[in-house]
């Protein structure tokens, strides 16, 4: 069941990735001020926007785990929480590659990106405590408590461009500015795109939970083998 | 102006691929390597059993 699902997410997030790149490349027109380079933003952003919901839902799993002490809210936090890194590596990088050239540098010290950073890097933290603490209970005690924490930061990174004066451009989706910030068709687009890159998002999450689940089988025919 | 804008559009688009493929890559290693130890497991269990 667990097979099929994946690749049903799999296979309906890559055509409508297909669609989507018809679109961006041969369709929507070039942006007056940025030229071809726009374009980053239809994975720029996407990739920001999967990155966040994920580690909140991570974070709703690990209040879960500490409400209820169900490892499988655990195993499935650190299955989100890997994959969002991946967004997030994404993000920083598509963004980095635009500031180049819009900015002519690759970084600068704002908030906005300085908390996206600090984000990847508390996160990545928490997979390698992960990898540090064999013994399971202790192991998801502590990787709930540094999601919330990181979530934290993952606030202060999706409301920077509001609270503060940054380098980075602010909010151009509509449900944020109420409309005029950008064109509907290229909207519409970005929108799309987010969904095919959650349903590849999904997929990704499903197969590392799925190994989550056999490594926590493979411990316990260990245990069986030893007694 | 314009052919660099494209270039730099390309890296982009080609890192975030690249990203993504990376990590599905060791995704796919990391599956195939819990695959075969839980089947040594399985049979470790079942000579144990036996024993």
């Known amino acids: 069941m ?3 699902l994946v690749i049903a997410f799999a296979v309906i997030g890559a055509i409508l990735l297909a669609y989507n790149l018809y679109n961006i490349f041969l369709v929507l027109p070039d942006e007056v001020a940025q030229g071809y380079m726009y374009r980053i933003i239809y994975f720029h952003v996407p990739a920001a926007i999967v990155g966040m919901l994920g580690y909140f839902v ?4 690990s209040v879960l785990y500490l409400a209820g002490g169900d490892l499988r ?3 499935l936090a650190a299955s989100i929480v890997e994959v969002s890194v991946v967004f997030s590596l994404v993000n920083i990088v598509t963004g980095s590659i635009w500031a180049r050239v819009q900015w002519g540098i690759w970084w600068t010290w704002d908030y906005r990106l300085t908390s996206a950073l600090v984000c990847v890097l508390i996160f990545s933290g928490y997979l390698m405590l992960r990898r540090a603490i064999d013994e399971p209970t202790q192991r998801a005690r502590l990787s ?3 999601t919330i924490f990181g979530c934290v930061d993952v606030v202060i ?3 920077s461009i509001e609270w503060f004066r940054n380098n980075h451009p602010g909010p151009v989706l509509s449900i944020r500015t109420g409309g005029g910030k950008m064109d509907p068709a290229m909207e519409h687009t970005l929108l799309l795109n987010m969904l095919a890159i959650l349903l590849v998002g999904v997929a990704l999450v499903l197969v590392r939970s799925w190994q989550e689940s056999t490594a926590r089988e493979i411990d316990s025919l260990r245990r ?4 | 102006m314009d052919a660099r804008n494209f270039t730099f559009m390309f890296y982009g688009f080609l890192a975030a ?3 993504v493929l990376v990590y599905v890559v060791s995704l796919a290693r990391r599956g195939a390597r819990l695959s075969k130890e839980l089947e040594d497991v399985k049979h470790l269990v079942a000579t144990t059993h036996k024993n």
């Open chain 1, 2 to 4: 667990r097979e099929k």
């Open chain 1, 58 to 61: 991570a974070m709703t799993l």
């Open chain 1, 73 to 75: 809210h655990d195993s």
């Open chain 1, 144 to 146: 709930a408590a540094l």
């Open chain 1, 157 to 159: 990174v999706w409301k």
């Open chain 1, 224 to 227: 069986t083998a030893h007694v």
């Open chain 2, 17 to 19: 691929w690249l990203i």
